[in-house]
């Protein structure tokens, strides 16, 4: 395996495909090809950017990724001084200034793959790219480019920067790979919603003789939650299950998040009885998962069941909270809930406070929940403007509305989104020059909305509709079918003109 690349690996792997080595509840063999096929594709545009070479080759291909950032001859610091200026570092941003200070600028020193790792994961933390590919080229200078710890790191390090590909490389050039850095390139892949690709790494490391660990399934099954493909999550459970990882407490909570995302409470809801040991991440994902689903009850039901377990609340469990009460118009219960949160040592942030905001509009108290933003502690930020223009709107309060928009362009000019919503308020009572004028800066400052996106999965596979997208195939029966949901609707007295953002879900 060592001395094949993934993409000549995946090649002679056609045969058989991993929707053949996984079961798939009754997929079809024509269906798992097509799946294998979409494989082939997606990995197959990293092989343009990373073609087949040899070894001499590669290390030149490392060398002109990081071309742009090479200024002066990099020289490094002894090992003894680097380590006292590194202890005392007390920031982030202290400790990459200290290391790149240290490792980069010295005459005549030596680093240890230890310090180069450590100084990788600290670029990934803060998404420090020019910083990264300047250790990726120390590491080259050093020859620790070949450590396998290293080279994990930077496939963590690019894929955290969203430079999949510059990981992939990294990965496919790797000589010697473990089981972080297979777990490494499947959480990048993951990262991006990929879980086809996740999925056929994840066999070819069993099929390189390597087996996973916990931290494998938790990032196949984090992969599965953003895709919201139930199937693949399915799956990856069994695995967990046959491999005898789905006890691991961190597995268990990624299975709750997978299955309360994907539509399936009761699983999730099954699974978090059974668990043992359980932590303040399962807590917080059943009650968020309950929050996410509308069901407020539940949701406040199992917070006091937490409490008599002497389990403490952080903010994240009351953001689940507050989600809940907000679904279902609990006004009363929300501010109570908000109050207490200092009996727990819990600050309340921005995102309590947006909550907050959003519970109070939703339920028709747009001058409470404006005075209520007045009155923070903390500065509002666009998000809670955003959420109080979201019920101005729901409730047909365009004045108020106009102001909340008005606050949030102040703070995300640039908010193609707020400016529309902006200019449709402003000409809803017949400000036509003010809307006009609203649209021309659009123009002149090329903003422009993004389109939406959702996804459907039937039969083991997601279908993904985009907004202005006209090349489904089915999208004569799509939209008959929607017009039949929308005369039903109507009959039902919804308004349909009403537009829902993510400030309302």
Partial sequence: MNSVSLRQFLRKKNSTPLSLRFSSHGSSSSQNIKRMTKTHKSLGILSLISPTTDSTEKRQT??????????????????KRGADDFARSNSLEETLNVLETNFLKEEESRVDASALSRALSLCSSSRSLK???????LAIRTGLVGNVYVGSCLIS?????????NAYRVFEEMTVKNV?????????FGQEGLVDECFELYSLMRNSTLKPNDLTFTCIL???????????????????????????VH??????SMYCKCGNVEDACHIFERMDGKDNVSWNSMIGGYAQHGLAVQAIDLFEEMKKQRVKPDAITFLSLFSSCRHSGLVKQGQF??????EYGVKPELDHFACMVNLLGRAGLLEEARDFIVKMPIHPNAIIWGSLLSCCRLHGNVWLGIEAAENKLLLEPESAASHLQLANLYASVGCWDQAARVRKL?????????????????????YRFRAEDWSNGGLAEIAAVVDSLADHMGSLGYDLNQVVTDDDL
């Fill in 62 to 79: 490392h060398l002109r990724l990081i071309q742009d950032f090479l200024q002066t001859p990099t020289n490094q610091f002894t090992q």
């Fill in 131 to 137: 910083s990264g590919v300047q250790f990726h080229c």
């Fill in 157 to 165: 390090f690019y894929s955290k920067c969203c430079k999949l590909c």
């Fill in 180 to 188: 972080v850095s297979w777990t490494a390139i499947i959480a990048g």
């Fill in 222 to 248: 984090s992969a599965c939650t953003g895709g919201g493909s139930l199937c693949s999550g399915r799956t990856a459970h069994c695995q967990a299950i046959e491999m005898g990882f789905d006890s691991y």
């Fill in 251 to 256: 597995v268990a909570n990624a299975l709750i």
């Fill in 337 to 342: 809930y908000l109050n207490s949160m200092v």
């Fill in 442 to 462: 659009m123009k002149d400052e090329g903003l422009k909305t993004e389109p939406g996106c959702s996804w459907v999965e039937v039969r083991n596979e997601v």
